[in-house]
């Protein structure tokens, strides 16, 4: 222009695209995707590429098609954040490592994921990527609430839920609202339960979705499919903690750490015989099995040693923990010992007097079944106390195989109190107490009148011409309700 006016003349703009500014300071259009395809990436980034796919990082339960939709993923984000030349992609965690990772979550993502609080995903996060240890401590309650002072925020993809954890919490004065607000935070537990369920018991570990990350589906804990973990740690001893979260890689053991564990537990045991702290550790042991999704012949030599174990120290409890979880693995063919338990199952099935439990391990018996010692010994046992034959059924307990003589003296005593007073109807008005150590399986005469002065009955012993008789006549009626009493004192702890 070559003169100056009040105002200055400007071209029309013809298209709806931002004009390019002078200033260089000002940000650049976003390229077109053939500029993009001649982009040059930066060295850092073609070298994170090269490790992902190396062999030495590769990972059997990932596949390379799930790998690969990861690193694009990643890559792609970053490119349309600018954030290229800010991440450090030699601390960042590979694509596999990241899956591993997002498999070993609960269904509610956490608010600080494992490997930093800028990687996933990063369309969603700050343009500043920061590395941290990948190794995270154990998720408490108190680690979900929001700091206003401090830097942990909740992301975007976690709002939708935390919202409906606040709304539940709100008193409706309706009760129409009441009722609909318990009933689903009653239906949203059970779901909870029935993944965490699924998780501990499907040993197939697979990765339900390979769609692009969606922030509104990684609210719902039905699209995170927890698969198995591979452990880390190298210690042979480890107290055991019940999950309340998912398990950290770093703190459960692999398979080679845990087989050297139970050769550690064994010679403890012989050695020391503290049954506290080899419970803990065999508890601690079947967890790290558990988590890991291994079903082999050792997870099945683990449960029978911690079952034996335990039947030597009355722990019923631990044993049928221990019994459950033997009858899953023996339908799964991985060797052990199935006939020895077997036995023990009909056994505690009679000290329980869960009949309906005993017809159908009677009817699950094979004829090769039924002609293994400890199961025919067992079987025995149980014809002999249907028929009332309490001289039988002694002998038998005085040869009893394996460990079932420790079941047997669970209830052995109350099958004594049911055989005395048998004798105390069939013989009157008195029996030599040898009759009753014989008949009865005791070891001594000693022990045999410690037994009756035990159950209250010292008044109807009586020593006559240098022997110690029983009054079976007078002793009738009470060693009957004392049989009475025994009979509906059962002790089924633990039983599933």
């Known amino acids: ?56 990082n590769t990972i059997a339960s990932i596949p390379r098609q799930e790998m690969e939709i990861k690193l694009k993923k990643i890559i792609s984000n970053s490119a349309e954040n600018n954030t290229l030349g800010t991440i450090d992609w030699v601390k960042l965690p590979l694509p596999q490592q990241m899956i591993l990772e997002e498999r070993a979550r609960p269904p509610l993502i956490s608010a600080n994921p494992p490997w930093g609080n800028g990687l996933a995903p990063l369309s969603l996060q700050e343009t500043n990527v920061k590395s941290t240890d990948t190794s995270s401590k154990k998720r408490k309650s108190s680690e979900m609430d929001i700091s206003q002072n401090g ?105 080679l750490v845990l087989e050297k564990t139970l050769d550690l537990l064994k010679r403890k045991w012989k050695k020391e015989n503290n049954y506290s702290y080899i419970c803990d550790q065999f508890k601690s042991l079947r967890q790290d099995l558990t988590v890991q999704h291994i079903k082999t012949e050792f997870t ?6 911690h079952a034996r174990i335990a039947l030597e120290k009355g722990d019923l409890g631990e044993y049928n923990q221990c019994q459950t979880q033997l009858r899953a693995l023996y339908s799964q063919h991985l060797g052990g010992h199935p006939e020895e338990f077997k036995a023990y199952r ?51 307990y005085l040869d009893t195989p394996n460990m079932g003589a420790y079941l047997m003296d669970m209830f052995v005593a109350r ?39 035990d159950h209250g009955g010292q008044s109807f012993l009586e020593e006559r011409d240098g022997e110690v008789r029983l009054l079976t006549g007078k002793a009738l009626r009470f060693f009957e309700t004392a049989r009475n009493v025994a009979f509906k004192k059962v002790d089924i702890k633990g039983q599933i």
């Open 415 to 453: 099958e004594r109190l049911n055989a005395l007073s048998n004798i105390c109807i069939s013989y009157k008005p008195d029996v030599k107490l040898r009759f009753f150590t014989e008949e009865l399986g005791f070891e001594s005469d000693d022990e045999s009148a410690r037994f009756i002065c």
């Open 346 to 396: 009909i056994l505690y099935f009679i000290h329980t007097s869960n009949r309906t439990d005993m017809n159908d391990v009677l009817a699950d018996l094979t004829p090769t079944e039924k002609r293994d010692p400890a199961v025919k010994h067992a079987l025995d046992a149980r014809s002999a106390l249907a028929l009332g034959n309490y001289h039988r059924f002694f002998q038998l």
């Open 300 to 305: 099945v030599s683990v449960y029978e040693i």
């Open 1 to 56: 222009m070559s003169s100056h006016g009040a105002f200055t003349s400007v071209s029309a703009r013809r298209t709806f695209a931002r004009p390019i500014p002078a200033s260089s300071s000002t940000p650049s259009p976003p390229p077109s995707a053939a500029e993009k395809a001649k982009r040059d990436w930066p060295e850092s980034v073609r070298h994170y590429v090269q490790r992902a796919f190396a062999a030495e």
């Open 151 to 255: 830097q942990e925020k909740i992301p975007p993809w976690r709002m939708a839920s935390v919202r409906n954890v606040f709304e539940d919490r709100v008193t409706h004065p309706d009760k129409r609202q009441r009722n609909d607000v318990a009933a689903k935070v009653s239906s949203k537990s059970h779901h909870n339960l029935a993944n965490r369920k699924k998780r501990f018991e499907d040993g197939q570990s697979g990765y339900l979705s390979q769609q692009p990350f969606s922030p509104s589906k990684a609210s719902t804990p039905q699209d995170v499919d927890q698969g198995p973990i591979i452990g880390r740690s190298q210690d042979l001893e480890k107290r055991y903690f019940r999950l309340t979260s998912a398990p950290n890689p770093d703190t459960v053991r692999p398979l």
